[in-house]
């Protein structure tokens, strides 16, 4: 593929993720707010209710590798950005009038197991698609366009979801999101279908990629504890302290991860992803703590800045680690495993840390990402730096 292709493929990619991540992104900050200050529940459902999507995503991520795999990665993320627009428009239904308190969670909670099924077959899909039609050796550049896009949208969807909200409630946030979608299945209606690859070797069964990759997952669960924990908290936070200016947290995580990207994202490719992701940590680390014991909103501002810079590249940063493991045949299947210990990171961080505001303050929700970033370093830390060659049939 040239030059000009490869850049061309990649544009669309992370205009078409920027997109549909923004059905993602207007609702996030405000589905624990719903949830609190409007049901009146408390904090721990609060976070239960952003963490729950992220539950039905770790139980599709094998079905949506298999799928990607076997069948088609085009119809997996398609099918996944319809999930998209169902799911919003499932969660908007929580905001009608006169409904009882507990049927409007329990409506919404449907809705959000749904957007997590249409997460897992859409990132895969797409991601699998691209790796297939671009070849893995540009598989670095492949997982930070994604990441960009897809925080790039955090960072406007944030702000947006939370200015719609203020104004025309919660209803008009998940019609939004319903909406939004749209365009990126439009831009890849006409893309053409990528083969499946066919072996005649057996297969490695999906615990035994499991264990093979493990400790690349685990990298990016403790990384994802950070990220979940701002964006479920720091609007509750910001109010507890009396600041103003929560939305801009949200917009310089953004911001941050995205100037990452743009600056960093081929690193992985050339000098490996261990490196990488050691010094996207130490930063994480840094961003945590000032969160966690700012004394004024300027302080806790550079801190979601750093945070977004930290965790920018060990997603990627370990993809690339990934992605030298295991045979094109199950990409699909490798990545959906990979993919799902930050599921596990977004599904549970969330709840564990309303716990802990309950119980404490929101700042402590901020130590609880500190010290998964400080277990993320010495995980990294043991990994054996190389450079395996990627493994690789295609063109």
């Not at 200016?245 to 000098?271: C, E, H, N, Q, T």
Request: hydrophobic share 55%.
């Amino acid at each position: 593929m040239s030059q000009v292709s490869l850049k061309q493929s990649l544009a669309k990619l992370g205009f078409a993720l920027f997109l549909t991540y923004l059905s993602v992104a207007m609702a996030l900050p405000v589905v624990s707010v719903f949830v609190i200050e409007v049901l009146k529940f408390p904090n721990w459902l609060g976070g239960a209710a952003v963490g729950v999507s992220f539950v039905a995503t770790i139980l599709s991520r094998k079905h949506a590798g298999n799928f990607a795999d076997a069948k088609s990665s085009k119809k997996c993320f398609m099918l996944g950005f319809f999930f998209y627009m169902a799911a919003a428009l499932v969660c908007m239904a929580a905001a009608i009038s006169g409904m009882s308190a507990s049927v409007a969670l329990a409506i919404l909670i449907a809705g959000r197991l749904l957007l997590g099924i249409g997460e897992s077959m859409a990132t895969v899909g797409l991601t699998n698609w691209h790796f297939s039609r671009l070849g893995p050796s540009h598989s670095g550049k492949i997982l930070s366009i994604f990441g960009m896009a897809m925080y790039g949208a955090f960072a406007l969807g944030g702000p947006v979801g939370l200015t719609l909200y203020k104004y025309f409630g919660f209803a008009s946030v998940m019609l939004a999101s319903s909406i939004v979608p749209i365009i990126g299945v439009i831009m890849f209606l006409t893309s053409p279908e990528v083969v499946p690859h066919k072996t005649t070797e057996a297969k490695k069964s999906f615990l035994n990629l499991l264990g093979t990759i493990w400790k690349q997952g685990l990298a990016v669960t403790l990384q994802g504890v950070g990220f979940a924990v701002l964006g479920a908290f720091i609007l509750l936070y910001f109010k507890e302290q009396g600041w103003p200016y929560a939305g801009v947290g949200l917009s310089l995580f953004g911001i941050g991860f995205v100037i990452s990207r743009i600056l960093f994202g081929a690193l992985p490719d050339k000098i490996g992803g261990v490196k990488v992701a050691l010094v996207s940590l130490m930063v994480e680390t840094v961003g945590q703590s000032l969160l966690w014991l700012a004394p004024h909103y300027s302080l806790a501002l550079i801190g979601a800045l750093l945070t977004g810079l930290g965790c920018s590249m060990i997603y990627p940063a370990m993809g690339v680690e990934v992605i030298k493991r295991v045979s094109p045949e199950q990409r699909g299947t490798a990545f959906g495993g990979f993919a799902m210990f930050q599921d596990i990171a977004y599904a549970f961080s969330a709840p564990i840390a309303g716990v802990l505001a309950d119980n404490f303050s929101y700042s402590s929700t901020f130590l609880f990402g500190f010290i998964a970033a400080v277990v993320g370093i010495i995980i990294v830390r043991s990994m054996r730096i190389n450079n395996l060659p990627i493994k690789n049939t295609e063109n």
